[in-house]
């Protein structure tokens, strides 16, 4: 299991059509695909597109993140 990446933070690093099984539609997308863009734990449409490299965001949920793998 350790093919996750994280960042500095400890969060998942997530590909906009990455999905898992905490998913939950984000209010604010219209079309609410099971991918992390809409993903309401997702940072996709929170960030200025100018600021990410490529397509990647992190995953806000506690559960995806580093310190809860190790439990
Ligand atoms: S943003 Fe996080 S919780 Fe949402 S689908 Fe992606 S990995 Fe899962």
């Known amino acids: 299991m350790d093919k996750h990446r994280y960042d500095e933070m400890g969060l998942l690093i997530v590909k906009e059509d990455f999905c898992c099984e905490h998913f939950e539609p ?7 695909m099971k ?7 997702s940072n ?24 809860s793998v190790n439990r």
């Open 26 to 32: 984000d209010a604010g997308a219209l079309v609410p």
């Open 35 to 41: 991918e992390c863009w809409s993903c309401k734990w």
């Open 44 to 67: 996709f449409r929170a960030e200025d597109k100018n600021a990410t490299s490529e397509s990647y965001s992190v995953c806000n949920y506690v559960g995806n993140a580093k310190e």
